[in-house]
């Protein structure tokens, strides 16, 4: 599976290129807002989001059968940012399952910062 292009069609949230990384009866999964979905209705979520967006691949990881990426995703308009970790379950270079966790990007919490500990990582 090609995952910059996955990628980028995420990012313009292109229905048709994406339906054909799936296979028909794939699970799709975002844990951070207790969802699961099927093909059709990760579709309609992914690319009826409101705005632009933008991102890049951070890191990718492989395992067997399971691929593991790491992105940073941006509105166009440039308001802020979200992480997202997706680990997708791949067969015959079809996802069947795919579980992702998004995040907002942040400041650390104050009282982190109190203890002066850390830096930042941008």
Not at 50 to 72: H, L, S
Request: glycine share 6%; with cysteine.
């Amino acid at each position: 599976m090609d995952l910059k292009a996955f990628w980028q069609n995420i990012l313009s949230q292109n229905r048709e290129q994406l339906l054909s990384y799936f296979s028909e009866d794939a699970v799709i999964r975002w844990y951070c807002t207790n969802e699961q979905f099927t093909v059709p209705e990760y579709l309609q979520a992914n690319c009826e989001y409101p705005g632009d967006w933008t991102g890049k691949i951070e890191r990718v990881e492989n395992f067997g059968n399971t691929v593991v990426m790491a992105g940073r995703v941006f509105p166009a308009e440039g308001s802020g940012s979200f992480h997202v970790v997706s680990f997708i379950r791949l067969q015959n270079d079809r996802i069947i399952e795919m579980d992702e966790y998004w995040a907002d990007d942040g400041d650390a919490p104050a009282w982190r910062r109190e203890m002066k500990i850390g830096k930042p990582i941008y």
